[in-house]
């Protein structure tokens, strides 16, 4: 099941879900998309070695945090 959001002006975003993204989405786009996690699991953990914050987004409050080295949360905004 795919659902289509519309945006700003002309341009739309497909949302698809992960259970039809095998008849949707080709081997490229698949690849693009493993390695586009695979580079943003790479640059939280360098982060998190080189002790600098970490930013994230909380889904349920809405709202961006920073994550400290020392673990403290502190929400943006």
């Not at 949302?15 to 640059?43: G, H, L, T, W, Y």
């Amino acid at each position: 099941m795919s659902k289509t959001i519309k945006i700003v002006g002309n341009r739309t975003v497909t949302v698809i879900s992960s259970d039809s993204s095998s008849e949707c989405i080709s081997e490229n786009d698949k690849e693009m998309d493993a390695r586009a996690v695979a580079a943003v699991k790479f640059a939280i953990k360098r982060a998190r070695i080189c002790k600098k914050p970490i930013a994230k987004y909380d889904a349920e409050m809405k709202k961006a945090y920073i994550i400290t080295e020392n673990g403290k949360k502190t929400y943006v905004g």
